[in-house]
């Protein structure tokens, strides 16, 4: 709905787009209505070709309030620590989206991973891109810290805006990584 709200706004015609999608402009424009994962892939392809943003994903991720995540973000932020945000997040994210499953590895160096399920992970780069920044902010946000990640990688390859990603999260993105 982001990335419907952006289009908006630069005046592009948005019912192309969505039909494009398989979508409705009731669809999304009712905050209620769950939208399969196969079709916001879809209009988030569609939308940063129109908008002819590449790196839609972060641009989003990186202009929403976090508070917009609803329950899934006030169920983290009552968690004492970090970690015990990590794992309500590995235990509750299907609820906002049932393709995005996040999980969470205890240990000296904690990990987070995120994965497609029933879904092919290579179809898709802004919302998996959108996934990892907008988590990476929530997580300072909660703790009160501009903490970096120690690896980010991403399964998908880009030729261009690297150095973006880098910049936000604090460190070096590998792209093109069969790493989980």
Same mark, same amino acid.
């Given at each position: 709905?982001?990335?419907?709200?952006?289009?908006?706004?630069?005046?592009?015609?948005?019912?192309?787009?969505?039909?494009?999608?398989?979508?409705?402009?009731?669809?999304?424009?009712?905050?209620?209505? /769950?939208?399969?994962?196969?079709? $916001?892939?879809? !209009?988030?392809?569609? *939308? +940063?070709?129109?908008?002819?943003?590449?790196?839609? &994903?972060?641009?989003?991720?990186?202009?929403?309030?976090?508070?917009?995540?609803?329950?899934?973000?006030?169920?983290?932020?009552?968690?004492?620590?970090?970690?015990?945000?990590?794992?309500?997040?590995?235990?509750?994210?299907?609820?906002?989206?049932?393709?995005?499953?996040?999980?969470?590895?205890?240990?000296?160096?904690?990990?987070?991973?995120?994965?497609?399920?029933?879904?092919? /992970?290579?179809?898709?780069?802004? $919302?998996?891109? !959108?996934?990892?920044? *907008? +988590?990476?902010?929530?997580?300072?946000?909660?703790? &009160?810290?501009?903490?970096?990640?120690?690896?980010?990688?991403?399964?998908?390859?880009?030729?261009?805006?690297?150095?973006?990603?880098?910049?936000?999260?604090?460190?070096?993105?590998?792209?093109?990584?069969?790493?989980?």
């Amino acid at each position: 709905r982001a990335a419907v709200a952006r289009v908006r706004a630069a005046k592009i015609d948005l019912k192309p787009l969505l039909s494009r999608a398989g979508l409705t402009v009731a669809e999304v424009d009712d905050p209620d209505t /769950r939208i399969a994962v196969r079709k $916001q892939v879809a !209009f988030l392809n569609l *939308a +940063a070709d129109a908008l002819g943003d590449d790196c839609l &994903g972060l641009t989003l991720a990186t202009e929403f309030d976090c508070r917009d995540f609803g329950l899934w973000y006030y169920v983290l932020a009552s968690s004492e620590t970090l970690g015990m945000a990590l794992e309500r997040a590995a235990r509750y994210s299907r609820i906002g989206n049932e393709a995005v499953e996040f999980e969470y590895r205890k240990g000296r160096e904690p990990s987070q991973r995120l994965r497609y399920i029933g879904f092919p /992970r290579h179809t898709d780069h802004h $919302q998996m891109e !959108f996934c990892i920044v *907008a +988590a990476i902010r929530m997580y300072r946000l909660l703790t &009160g810290r501009q903490f970096s990640p120690t690896h980010v990688s991403m399964v998908h390859l880009r030729e261009k805006g690297a150095a973006a990603f880098a910049r936000i999260l604090g460190t070096e993105v590998a792209f093109g990584s069969q790493q989980p």
